[in-house]
T-cell receptor, first 111, second 110 residues
Framework: NAGVTQTPKFQVLKTGQSMTLQCAQD?????MYWYRQDPGMGLRLIYYSASEGTTDKGEVPNGYNVSRLNKREFSLRLESAAPSQTSVYFC??????????FGQGTRLTVV | QKEVEQDPGPLSVPEGAIVSLNCTYS??????FMWYRQYSRKGPELLMYTYSSGNKEDGRFTAQVDKSSKYISLFIRDSQPSDSATYLCAMRTGGFKTIFGAGTRLFVKA
């Protein structure tokens, strides 16, 4: 029972490079989310997808784009990475308004 | 001012102690209140989920919501070293956006 799977687990980027964080869930959930977690800031919502085919901005969307590829997969793209995007990124999924299940996180460092 | 305030700790207690973790919030529209536990280098996992005011108990854990004071609490009875983790409060209105507190680090000493 995999739940929510994120890849990669770790990544180091140079300023200006691009990358895509992948997320897949096997719980048949409609809703998926991307959060970032920084010390003292808690989890902040970047983007979410309430259902397949829809995406919406969260609290901190600047510098990111997302794609809901299908019901299972929701990717997060950094087009031109900046040091301020150094963080731990979590993907989560839920069946609508119920509890969210989180992945193990991606630790991203931008140098 | 943040919508959700949570003391980051750390909070250190001896094994067997009763632990009280708290959050305050400013948005009176919040209806759903949650507590997540996060072990080091892991994703958060849901502990308690409460709708509106009142108490909810699950084993050694009790969640309280006081909407009149905009204050929520999580109590852990008979705390164990395995309870050592960061505890995140979270809350939302009826929509999809959940606001998280910064988390309180808890250490339970054997």
């Amino acid at each position: 029972n995999a739940g929510v799977t994120q890849t990669p687990k770790f990544q180091v980027l140079k300023t200006g490079q691009s990358m895509t964080l992948q997320c897949a869930q096997d719980m048949n959930h409609n809703s998926m989310y991307w959060y970032r977690q920084d010390p003292g800031m808690g989890l902040r919502l970047i983007y979410y997808s309430a259902s397949e085919g829809t995406t919406d901005k969260g609290e901190v969307p600047n510098g990111y784009n997302v794609s809901r590829l299908n019901k299972r997969e929701f990717s997060l793209r950094l087009e031109s990475a900046a040091p301020s995007q150094t963080s731990v990124y979590f993907c989560a999924s839920s069946s609508g308004s119920e509890q969210a299940f989180f992945g193990q996180g991606t630790r991203l460092t931008v140098v | 001012q943040k919508e959700v305030e949570q003391d980051p700790g750390p909070l250190s207690v001896p094994e067997g102690a009763i632990v009280s973790l708290n959050c305050t919030y400013s948005n009176s529209a919040f209806q759903y209140f949650m507590w997540y536990r996060q072990y080091s280098r892991k994703g958060p996992e849901l502990l308690m989920y409460t709708y509106s005011s009142g108490n909810k108990e699950d084993g050694r854990f009790t969640a309280q919501v006081d909407k009149s004071s905009k204050y929520i609490s999580l109590f852990i009875r008979d705390s164990q070293p395995s309870d050592s983790a960061t505890y995140l409060c979270a809350m939302r209105t009826g929509g999809f956006k959940t606001i998280f507190g910064a988390g309180t680090r808890l250490f339970v000493k054997a």
